[in-house]
Nanobody, 116 residues
Framework: VQLQASGGGLVQAGGSLRLSCAAS????????MGWYRQAPGKQRELVAI???????NYADSVKGRFTISRDNAKSTVYLQMNSLKPEDTAVYYC???????????WGQGTLVTVSS
C-alpha cells in the first residue's frame, strides 16, 4: 500500500490550500480515509475523516473551514482547507483505515505553513 500526499505549501492567513492523497496497492473504496496533522512539539491529531460510505467527521477546530472528499475512481482523497490560520501550520498526513482488519496505513506527510 502506498499513500502519496501532495499540495502542501506556504500560504498567508485567510488563504486556501487543497491537499491530495493518491492511494495505490489497495481497494480504495472499502477503506475509511483520513487526514491527520502534527504541529511541532505536539501530538498527531485527527483533522477529518471520510468513511468508505462517505460519512464525514471533523475536528472542532476545522469545522466550517475544511472539507474532506474522496474520488473512488481516482483512488484519491482530498482536503480543501479554507480560511487558514497560523495554528493550522503542521505536517499533514493521509491515513487509510481498513475497519474489518483493524489496519492502518500512512502517507509520508506534506507540510502546510500558514503565515500571519
Amino acid at each position: 500500500v502506498q499513500l502519496q500526499a501532495s499540495g502542501g505549501g506556504l500560504v498567508q492567513a485567510g488563504g486556501s490550500l487543497r491537499l491530495s492523497c493518491a492511494a495505490s496497492g489497495m481497494i480504495f473504496s472499502i477503506h475509511d480515509m483520513g487526514w491527520y496533522r502534527q504541529a511541532p512539539g505536539k501530538q498527531r491529531e485527527l483533522v477529518a475523516i471520510i468513511s468508505s460510505g462517505g460519512t464525514t467527521n471533523y475536528a472542532d477546530s476545522v469545522k466550517g473551514r475544511f472539507t474532506i472528499s474522496r474520488d473512488n475512481a481516482k483512488s484519491t482523497v482530498y482536503l480543501q482547507m479554507n480560511s487558514l490560520k497560523p495554528e493550522d501550520t503542521a505536517v499533514y498526513y493521509c491515513n487509510a483505515h481498513f475497519r474489518l482488519a483493524g489496519r492502518d496505513w500512512w502517507g509520508q506527510g506534506t507540510l502546510v505553513t500558514v503565515s500571519s
